[in-house]
Structures are given as structure tokens and as C-alpha cells.
């Protein structure tokens, strides 16, 4: 089982609609969790964090965590082409704080 | 200018060859990683280090070493360099309980 799984997509979905983003742990213990935004060719970007059960919103997006599930999402509401990216799930754990990515989530907003 | 940097930012070579690929950051961090992204497999940790005397192996670290020459320097090089090797390679940054930041990248091919 992989550590960090995400579907690799790509989901499309039309410009306005909310793209739904998912992510599955298998460490327990995983304290802090990540969603990354990456452009073809182009480096990793934070978009979001949350380290608590429950939804954090920031601006269009929202992280939802749940630990007793080991499952962490990312909506993204009124979906822009410029949106168009793969999404990157990564979750930090263990006593020196390692960072596991997923391989992401290729996303396709259509106009 | 960027926080993190990282040279050459594209670099073809042959099998056999030595090379090694720098980066540097104006942030501060104490850590910085090194990974390595292939189609299909995401972000693979190969070295970190959390300070100038600190080193330690990630997931991939055969066939690799790195040096970090200061806070803010970190190299990796590839001793005898092989196909499989074809990547783009990120550095990051990262300061206690923050989040990653990641450099630009460089795109390797060994031919």
C-alpha cells in the first residue's frame, strides 16, 4: 500500500463547477497535511494546509480532513482553466517530521 | 530575486559522467531536501539535511551524494551518471514547522 494515494486523473470539469480533490494516508500518526499545486514543468506550490479535523476555507479553496477515515480533500469552487494544474497531496509525520507526497491529481477545468 | 535556486536548470550528459546540481537559498531555512519527480511516481525524497553537519538518506539515495557547504548551499551530485537517472530535480527549503517551498528545478537527461 502506498503511503500517500491519489487518483491520477485527469478530472475534468467545466469552468464554474467545484473540482473535488482526494487523498488517502495509511500512517496514523500523520500530523500535518499538505495540497500542493504543480504546473507542467514548473515547481510545487503550496496551496493549502490544515492539520485539524474538519474544513479549512481560503478563498475558493477548502481542505477537509478527516484522521479517523485517513482521508484528506481539497474543493476547489468556481473552477478557472487557469486552475488547470496537477495536485499534489502530501502529508508530514514520524519523529523527523518526513513529508510523503501522493502523485498526484491531474486536473482539467473546461471552458 | 528567488528564494531558492537552483543551477543549472537544464543539463544533458552522457552515461558515466559526473555532475552535480546546485542549490542555494536566501530564506534563512536550516533544512533542504533534495527530490526527484518521474512521470507516474511523484516527488521522491533522496537526501536531507537539517543543518551544515547533518546529512541524511532519503528513499533513493543510491547512486547519489550531496554536500551541504553552508546554511544556505546544498549539492547534489550524481558520481557516474545512467539513464534511469533522466529527471526533474527539485530542491527545498524548510524552517522548523513550516511548509516546504521548493526551487524551480532542473531538468536532467543522461543519454
Known amino acids: 500500500q502506498k503511503e500517500v494515494e491519489q487518483n491520477s486523473g485527469p478530472l475534468s470539469v467545466p469552468e464554474g463547477a467545484i473540482a473535488s480533490l482526494n487523498c488517502t494516508y495509511s500512517?496514523?500518526?500523520?500530523?500535518?497535511f499538505f495540497w500542493y499545486r504543480q504546473y507542467s514543468g514548473k515547481s510545487p506550490e503550496l496551496i493549502m494546509s490544515i492539520y485539524s479535523n474538519g474544513d479549512k476555507e481560503d478563498g475558493r479553496f477548502t481542505a477537509q480532513l478527516n484522521k479517523a477515515s485517513q482521508y484528506v480533500s481539497l474543493l476547489i469552487r468556481d473552477s478557472q482553466p487557469s486552475d488547470s494544474a496537477t495536485y499534489l497531496c502530501?502529508?508530514?509525520?514520524?519523529?523527523?517530521?518526513?513529508?510523503?507526497f501522493g502523485t498526484g491529481t491531474k486536473l482539467q477545468v473546461i471552458p | 530575486d528567488a528564494d531558492v535556486t537552483q543551477t543549472p536548470r537544464n543539463r544533458i550528459t552522457k552515461t558515466g559522467k559526473r555532475i552535480m546540481l546546485e542549490c542555494s537559498q536566501t530564506k534563512g531555512h536550516d533544512r533542504m531536501y533534495w527530490y526527484r519527480q518521474d512521470p507516474g511516481l511523484g516527488l521522491r525524497l533522496i537526501y536531507y539535511?537539517?543543518?551544515?553537519?547533518?546529512?541524511n538518506k532519503g528513499e533513493i539515495s543510491d547512486g547519489y551524494s550531496v554536500s551541504r557547504q553552508a546554511q544556505a548551499k546544498f549539492s547534489l551530485s550524481l558520481e557516474s551518471a545512467i539513464p534511469n537517472q533522466t529527471a526533474l530535480y527539485f530542491c527545498?527549503?524548510?524552517?522548523?514547522?513550516?511548509?516546504?517551498?521548493f526551487g524551480p528545478g532542473t531538468r536532467l537527461l543522461v543519454l
Open positions: 502530501a502529508v508530514r509525520s514520524g519523529g523527523y517530521q518526513k513529508v510523503t
Open positions: 500512517d496514523r500518526v500523520s500530523q500535518s
Open positions: 539535511s537539517f543543518d551544515v553537519k547533518d546529512i
Open positions: 527545498a527549503t524548510r524552517q522548523g514547522d513550516e511548509t516546504q517551498y
